[in-house]
């Protein structure tokens, strides 16, 4: 079996990122700057191609990634991510020691106190309850199971869309809808920087209404009373207004 790194990154002039990411497999990076190319060349005994692009938006970098790709496995990456030595042999023999599981997320402890990352303790099975917390830098898959049943990340939702944040929701839940195996490990692969949010302004009439949207596209006619569900676990005098701002965001995306 084969592993690429998938790494979505901007506004970057030299390959630097790699050593400073502790990047030791074969990557395709996608720098969504202001040209258009693809280069590709070795780095450290590894297979890279790197591709600026003038697209913008976190989906389109994922997608493109995918798309550009031809490993068994797939690592998505942050490029404040970095990985632990032996991280990507690790990943791929956590795949070759599973034959069941088409995706998994890992543990990467953020280095931001503020913005703590959830780790797993012990490893289970992701489910719609159980699989809101993760980042796509925790997660790796195996390219045949996404591509054949077409899957990929939403253009509606994350860094330069519509919807400011949710992809990495939609894009697991598609894979648990779609009969994929989805599994949390307790495997430790790097550390995650987690600085500062690129999409979070506050709990705002703009965030709620986004949530709305979100559930929509996870759960579609049903996006309403999971709403209701999701928000009467820490009822407060505002829920009843945030659930009308919810409810304004999931009636847009399905009258699209």
Same mark, same amino acid.
């Given at each position: $079996?084969?592993?690429?790194?998938?790494?979505?990154? $901007?506004?970057?002039?030299?390959?630097?990122?790699?050593?400073? =990411?502790? /990047?030791?497999?074969? !990557?395709?990076?996608?720098?969504?700057?202001?040209?258009?190319?693809?280069?590709?060349?070795?780095?450290?005994?590894?297979? /890279?191609? *790197? #591709?600026?692009?003038?697209?913008?938006?976190?989906?389109?970098?994922?997608?493109?990634? /995918?798309?550009?790709?031809?490993?068994?496995?797939?690592?998505?990456?942050?490029? @404040?991510?970095?990985?632990?030595?032996?991280?990507?042999?690790?990943?791929?023999?956590?795949?070759?020691?599973? %034959?069941?599981?088409?995706?998994?997320?890992?543990?990467? +402890?953020?280095?931001? %106190?503020?913005? +703590?990352? +959830?780790?797993?303790?012990?490893?289970?099975?992701?489910?719609?309850?159980?699989?809101?917390?993760?980042?796509?830098?925790? /997660? !790796?898959?195996?390219?045949?199971?996404?591509?054949?049943?077409? #899957?990929?990340?939403?253009?509606?939702?994350?860094?330069?869309?519509?919807?400011?944040?949710?992809? @990495?929701?939609?894009?697991?839940?598609?894979?648990?809808?779609?009969?994929?195996?989805?599994?949390?490990?307790? =495997?430790?692969?790097?550390?995650?920087?987690?600085?500062?949010?690129? *999409?979070?302004?506050?709990?705002?009439?703009?965030?709620?209404?986004?949530?709305?949207?979100?559930?929509?596209? $996870?759960?579609?006619?049903?996006?309403? %009373? =999971?709403?209701?569900?999701?928000?009467?676990?820490?009822?407060?005098?505002? $829920?009843?207004?945030?659930?009308?701002?919810?409810?304004?965001?999931?009636?847009?995306?399905?009258?699209?």
């Amino acid at each position: $079996m084969t592993l690429q790194i998938l790494v979505s990154t $901007m506004f970057r002039n030299d390959y630097s990122l790699l050593d400073k =990411m502790n /990047i030791h497999a074969d !990557a395709v990076v996608v720098n969504q700057c202001e040209e258009n190319s693809v280069k590709r060349f070795e780095h450290k005994g590894h297979s /890279i191609t *790197w #591709i600026n692009s003038d697209l913008r938006g976190v989906g389109k970098s994922r997608n493109t990634a /995918i798309l550009a790709s031809s490993a068994d496995v797939l690592l998505f990456a942050d490029d @404040d991510v970095v990985y632990d030595d032996g991280a990507a042999d690790k990943v791929l023999a956590y795949f070759e020691s599973n %034959p069941q599981t088409d995706l998994a997320v890992f543990n990467l +402890p953020s280095l931001n %106190p503020e913005r +703590p990352e +959830p780790l797993v303790g012990k490893p289970y099975k992701l489910r719609y309850r159980n699989c809101l917390k993760f980042g796509a830098f925790r /997660i !790796a898959v195996r390219r045949e199971s996404i591509l054949k049943k077409n #899957i990929f990340y939403s253009l509606l939702f994350g860094g330069g869309a519509p919807h400011k944040a949710g992809e @990495d929701n939609l894009f697991i839940t598609n894979c648990i809808q779609r009969g994929l195996n989805c599994f949390a490990s307790d =495997m430790q692969i790097g550390t995650v920087a987690q600085e500062q949010s690129t *999409w979070f302004t506050g709990y705002d009439n703009k965030y709620y209404f986004d949530r709305g949207a979100l559930f929509a596209a $996870m759960y579609g006619r049903l996006a309403k %009373p =999971m709403l209701v569900l999701f928000e009467i676990r820490k009822p407060d005098k505002a $829920m009843l207004s945030r659930l009308k701002t919810q409810f304004k965001g999931a009636s847009s995306l399905s009258s699209r």
